[in-house]
């Protein structure tokens, strides 16, 4: 019998060594462990581990990284952009604060016409969704006093028929410029696409950026009388290009967003917008003089516009009150000057302010002329860049000087130079149309100007990264509109102007991120939901108790173990058999004090009851964790007085 006990405690030794290592994962004991979760204190936060399960885990993964990719990114990306870490004005400067905005195109039928419709509404509400966050982000971090847009509204507005349109059907030598795989779109866009839809995209436009003008505040900036957005200035995706431009479709543009053609002075900066794609019509073999005229007379007398509006300006400066004067003399209404026939030109200065032209449609360049390290696409090679005062061509970093249907990438070059040297004293010009960056200083004959090619807003402009220009305005003059102040450059020209190109977060990226986190996710639960099926297979504990009998050490060390020592089977005096064991704490009661030596092994071992059969007495109990001085009363209660030995509970 002695030799029976040692052999069983040894094993019972064995046994609880390898739970006491299973259950280890942390630097306490087990049994500290206990003491602590029994402390009255901690006890009542138990039920928070239920909580933190590894769903739960992934719940909260999910949450952070939503929460990050639909709102915090759009704040973020704005930190660098801030005014205060890039400007380089005295510190008595109060810059005036200036965005401009290229190319939102917002989608619609007209972009993708071959996607199927719920893929196509999907793209074109998360689209919407991404532009009018970032905008707002833009509007309540960096609180701009005005913004500019610089064309292409809307992606197919040239293509919603207009009111006024006489027929559903495009002209015959329209259709056939068109490319074979868009003509039999077109039919169904001129059927069913018509004024209606227009208005509904021009209020979707304005859902986007016209409610939320003012969130960043509505006073107005220095040097300025109030804020302003600017969208007057159209794109070819809104109007056509040259000789397609139909005449309806700009009329109805004009009506609701204003002359494209028009002149701002702002923060002592002369802005000139020109509506350039109505202008690259003068080159074609047909009639196109109503398509052309209105940009014709407004050159023709910009620079007198341009006088005017810097007149007014130091008046409002000087405070002299506006009054508009006419001619006292009676005129004939048919020949009668309606240009001028008011002036507000009250100041007899001559001043002149700095002046920018906003286009759509770059200005024309030489071929391979690179756009500079800010550019997205095919940033400079080696080959590109400058030697000897002279350009190295690159054609992967510039801008093609291609056509097509419905656009061209840059305005002829007797275009641009008509345009520069008809308005004057032009210091820079931004564009738009690219839907990527580009940098370029042009040559004598369109006065060295600075142009910008600006990124587009959108990210389903083929940009990974879409942006937006910002510019710091500072020019203070006198009455007279002569500089005061302001940084000085090597000819002691003031600087009166700061721009910085601030980029946008990737869409696509946090999408692909949006794919990472689903595998990882599905293939976590996967491998969770394995290992919880094995644990859940490994803790199916052995026989609670055991009936002792003391006939003979075979009859005993059945009753008291009736598993092989590696725990592969066991079999109940109930009948029930076959039942797969693992190794876990078993519970085990002994006969009597010669066994006090076994339970030692047990001595920081949770007992937990077993609650597998529903016959046991001892299955009505919960499945909480009992101590071992309760096994020990409990074995005491259980135990024959005469025989001293365990008998069956």
Known sequence: MSRFTTDLTKRIRRQALRQWRLASHTSLSVSRTWKFLKNPKISKFNHLQDLVTFPHLLILLWVFCLLWGERWVFTTSLQDCKWENWERWPKEATPHHLILIADPQLIDPHSYPERPWILQWLTMLYTDKYIKRSYLSLQKKLQPDTIFFLGDLFDGGREWRSIHDNSIREPLWLSEKRPKKEREYAKMWGKFYGEDYW???????????????????????????????????????????????????????????????????????????????????????????????????????????????????????????????????????????????????????????????????????????????????????????????????????????????????????EDSVKLISSIGNVKAVFSGDDHDYCEIVHPPDKNNAREITVKSISWAMGVRLPGFHMMSMWNPVDLQGIPQSGPQTNNEAPITMQSNLCLLPDQIGIFIRYLFLLVFTLSSLTIHANLKASSDTANIPIRSYYTVHSNTQRDSRQEIYNSSPSGTSSTYYNGHSNLASRILPTKVMFSSSADKNVTSAYESTQIFPYNHHTNDKISSESNSCIDLEDLRKLDSQNTDPETGLLSAV
Not at 201 to 207: A, H, K, S, T
Not at 221 to 227: T, V
Not at 283 to 307: C, N
Request: glycine letters at 8%; a neutral charge; proline letters at 6%.
């Open 199 to 413: 208005l509904h995209e021009y209020d979707r436009f304005g859902q986007i950026f016209y409610q939320i003008k003012n969130i960043g505040g509505s006073s107005p900036g220095p040097w300025q009388r109030g804020k302003k957005i600017v969208t007057t200035l159209p794109g070819n995706h809104d109007l056509g290009f040259g000789e397609n431009i139909k005449l309806s479709i700009r009329n109805r543009f004009e009506a609701y967003f204003g002359e494209g053609n028009r002149v701002d002075v702002i923060a002592n900066h002369t802005f000139v917008s020109v509506d350039t794609v109505s202008m690259s019509a003068s080159g074609s073999r047909h009639d196109v003089t109503k398509i052309t005229r209105p940009v014709d007379e407004f050159l023709a007398t910009v620079q007198d516009t341009k006088r005017k509006a810097v007149s007014r300006e130091l008046n409002f400066i000087a405070g002299v009150e506006e009054r508009i004067q006419y001619a006292h003399k009676v005129e004939d209404l048919e020949s009668a000057d309606f240009l001028n026939s008011s002036s507000h030109d009250t100041n007899s200065s001559h001043a002149e302010f700095p002046t920018i032209l906003l286009t759509h449609v770059p200005l024309y360049r030489e071929p391979g002329t690179p756009c500079g390290p800010k550019r997205e696409h095919w940033p400079p090679s080696k080959s590109g860049g400058k030697e000897a005062n002279r350009v190295i061509p690159n054609e992967l970093n510039s801008i093609s000087i291609s056509g097509g249907y419905q656009y061209q990438n840059v305005l002829s070059s």
